[in-house]
Protein backbone atom coordinates (compact mmCIF):
# COMPACT_ATOMS: atom_id res chain seq x y z
CA UNK A 1 0.00 0.00 0.00
CA UNK A 2 3.06 2.02 0.71
CA UNK A 3 5.00 1.20 -2.48
CA UNK A 4 2.01 2.30 -4.45
CA UNK A 5 0.98 6.09 -2.88
CA UNK A 6 4.67 7.03 -2.87
CA UNK A 7 4.89 5.78 -6.61
CA UNK A 8 1.45 8.16 -7.19
CA UNK A 9 2.66 11.04 -5.08
CA UNK A 10 5.77 10.93 -7.01
CA UNK A 11 4.34 11.56 -10.22
CA UNK A 12 4.00 15.08 -8.65
CA UNK A 13 6.81 18.77 -9.26
CA UNK A 14 8.12 20.25 -6.93
CA UNK A 15 8.76 17.23 -4.27
CA UNK A 16 12.51 16.62 -2.91
CA UNK A 17 12.06 13.59 -1.73
CA UNK A 18 9.37 10.90 0.41
CA UNK A 19 10.19 9.76 3.52
CA UNK A 20 7.98 6.64 4.85
CA UNK A 21 7.53 4.28 7.36
CA UNK A 22 5.25 1.08 7.84
CA UNK A 23 3.68 -1.14 10.37
CA UNK A 24 0.68 -3.69 10.62
CA UNK A 25 -2.10 -1.82 9.99
CA UNK A 26 -0.33 1.88 9.65
CA UNK A 27 1.63 3.52 6.83
CA UNK A 28 2.56 6.93 7.19
CA UNK A 29 4.40 9.07 4.23
CA UNK A 30 5.91 11.97 4.86
CA UNK A 31 6.16 14.38 1.69
CA UNK A 32 8.90 17.66 1.41
CA UNK A 33 8.52 19.92 -1.32
CA UNK A 34 11.82 21.18 -3.20
CA UNK A 35 13.48 24.24 -1.18
CA UNK A 36 13.38 26.11 -4.17
CA UNK A 37 9.29 26.28 -4.59
CA UNK A 38 7.92 29.22 -3.92
CA UNK A 39 5.78 30.15 -1.11
CA UNK A 40 2.59 30.83 -3.20
CA UNK A 41 2.59 27.39 -4.63
CA UNK A 42 2.69 25.32 -1.65
CA UNK A 43 -1.14 25.20 -0.82
CA UNK A 44 -1.35 23.88 -4.76
CA UNK A 45 1.24 21.28 -4.30
CA UNK A 46 -0.75 20.11 -1.19
CA UNK A 47 -3.76 19.83 -3.14
CA UNK A 48 -2.14 17.64 -5.72
CA UNK A 49 -0.85 15.70 -2.84
CA UNK A 50 -4.29 14.84 -1.75
CA UNK A 51 -5.98 14.71 -6.10
CA UNK A 52 -3.20 11.94 -6.49
CA UNK A 53 -3.94 10.15 -3.39
CA UNK A 54 -7.58 10.52 -4.23
CA UNK A 55 -7.40 8.99 -7.69
CA UNK A 56 -6.25 5.70 -6.20
CA UNK A 57 -7.98 5.37 -2.80
CA UNK A 58 -10.24 2.79 -4.64
CA UNK A 59 -7.40 0.52 -5.39
CA UNK A 60 -5.84 0.52 -1.72
CA UNK A 61 -6.77 -3.22 -0.69
CA UNK A 62 -10.23 -3.92 0.36
CA UNK A 63 -10.98 -2.76 4.81
CA UNK A 64 -8.41 0.08 4.40
CA UNK A 65 -9.20 2.88 6.44
CA UNK A 66 -8.41 5.90 4.93
CA UNK A 67 -5.86 7.60 3.78
CA UNK A 68 -6.09 10.61 6.15
CA UNK A 69 -3.83 13.73 5.54
CA UNK A 70 -2.33 15.86 8.80
CA UNK A 71 -2.52 19.46 7.82
CA UNK A 72 -0.98 20.70 10.89
CA UNK A 73 2.28 18.50 10.86
CA UNK A 74 4.26 21.98 10.53
CA UNK A 75 2.59 24.25 12.83
CA UNK A 76 4.56 25.83 15.18
CA UNK A 77 3.65 27.74 18.58
CA UNK A 78 5.03 31.34 18.72
CA UNK A 79 3.22 32.25 21.90
CA UNK A 80 2.80 30.20 24.83
CA UNK A 81 0.90 31.72 27.77
CA UNK A 82 0.33 29.92 31.19
CA UNK A 83 -2.80 30.66 33.65
CA UNK A 84 -2.82 30.65 36.94
CA UNK A 85 -4.81 32.68 39.35
CA UNK A 86 -4.38 32.22 43.65
CA UNK A 87 -7.91 31.61 45.25
CA UNK A 88 -9.61 30.88 41.75
CA UNK A 89 -10.98 27.05 40.95
CA UNK A 90 -10.20 25.15 37.73
CA UNK A 91 -13.33 25.85 36.30
CA UNK A 92 -13.61 29.95 36.49
CA UNK A 93 -9.76 29.87 34.98
CA UNK A 94 -10.98 27.32 31.92
CA UNK A 95 -13.51 30.07 31.95
CA UNK A 96 -10.98 33.22 31.71
CA UNK A 97 -8.92 30.87 29.45
CA UNK A 98 -11.60 30.32 26.87
CA UNK A 99 -11.90 34.08 26.98
CA UNK A 100 -8.68 34.54 26.03
CA UNK A 101 -8.64 32.23 23.21
CA UNK A 102 -11.87 33.90 21.65
CA UNK A 103 -10.36 37.28 21.80
CA UNK A 104 -6.77 36.03 20.56
CA UNK A 105 -9.07 34.58 17.29
CA UNK A 106 -10.14 37.97 16.78
CA UNK A 107 -6.70 39.59 16.14
CA UNK A 108 -5.04 39.63 12.74
CA UNK A 109 -2.74 37.62 11.64
CA UNK A 110 -3.20 34.74 14.22
CA UNK A 111 -4.61 31.80 12.90
CA UNK A 112 -4.88 29.30 15.48
CA UNK A 113 -5.17 29.40 19.96
CA UNK A 114 -5.22 26.11 21.16
CA UNK A 115 -5.46 25.58 25.20
CA UNK A 116 -3.08 22.80 25.97
CA UNK A 117 -3.76 21.22 29.57
CA UNK A 118 -7.16 21.23 29.76
CA UNK A 119 -8.42 18.92 31.67
CA UNK A 120 -11.85 16.87 32.03
CA UNK A 121 -14.37 17.75 34.37
CA UNK A 122 -15.16 15.20 36.87
CA UNK A 123 -17.49 14.48 39.64
CA UNK A 124 -16.11 12.58 42.70
CA UNK A 125 -18.89 11.45 44.73
CA UNK A 126 -17.77 10.41 48.45
CA UNK A 127 -19.90 9.02 51.42
CA UNK A 128 -19.37 7.41 54.61
CA UNK A 129 -20.45 3.51 55.30
CA UNK A 130 -21.48 4.50 58.46
CA UNK A 131 -24.15 7.00 57.79
CA UNK A 132 -25.37 4.49 54.53
CA UNK A 133 -25.30 1.73 57.27
CA UNK A 134 -27.51 3.90 59.36
CA UNK A 135 -29.59 4.66 56.52
CA UNK A 136 -30.39 1.41 55.61
CA UNK A 137 -28.99 1.78 52.15
CA UNK A 138 -26.22 -0.81 50.50
CA UNK A 139 -22.93 0.53 48.84
CA UNK A 140 -23.45 -1.68 45.72
CA UNK A 141 -26.85 -0.21 45.64
CA UNK A 142 -26.17 3.16 45.88
CA UNK A 143 -23.13 2.99 43.03
CA UNK A 144 -25.79 0.95 40.68
CA UNK A 145 -28.47 3.89 41.11
CA UNK A 146 -25.10 6.53 40.63
CA UNK A 147 -23.76 4.83 37.33
CA UNK A 148 -27.67 4.57 35.75
CA UNK A 149 -27.91 8.22 36.21
CA UNK A 150 -24.68 9.02 34.32
CA UNK A 151 -24.93 5.97 32.00
CA UNK A 152 -22.73 7.09 28.44
CA UNK A 153 -22.52 5.49 25.60
CA UNK A 154 -19.72 5.82 22.94
CA UNK A 155 -20.30 7.23 19.66
CA UNK A 156 -19.86 5.27 16.61
CA UNK A 157 -16.97 6.12 14.79
CA UNK A 158 -17.02 8.09 11.70
CA UNK A 159 -14.46 8.28 9.05
CA UNK A 160 -14.86 11.02 6.18
CA UNK A 161 -15.32 9.90 2.85
CA UNK A 162 -15.96 6.55 3.79
CA UNK A 163 -19.46 6.37 5.75
CA UNK A 164 -21.85 8.44 6.30
CA UNK A 165 -22.23 9.86 9.62
CA UNK A 166 -24.98 9.81 11.60
CA UNK A 167 -25.30 11.20 14.98
CA UNK A 168 -28.32 10.02 17.76
Known amino acids: MTDRLEKKIQELPNLDYLRSYSKPGESVIFVTPREDTPAKDIPELWYQVRK ?14 GPFFNDE ?4 YSLIYAFSGEG ?3 ADLKLAADSVRQQLLRVKDV ?6 GVQDEKIFVEFSDKKLAELGLDTAA ?3 ALQAQNGMAPAAPCFPR ?5 YA
Not at 162 to 166: G, L
Request: net charge negative.
Open 52 to 65: KVDDIRMTLPPGSI
Open 73 to 76: FGDT
Open 88 to 90: FNY
Open 111 to 116: EKVDLI
Open 142 to 144: VAG
Open 162 to 166: NAICR
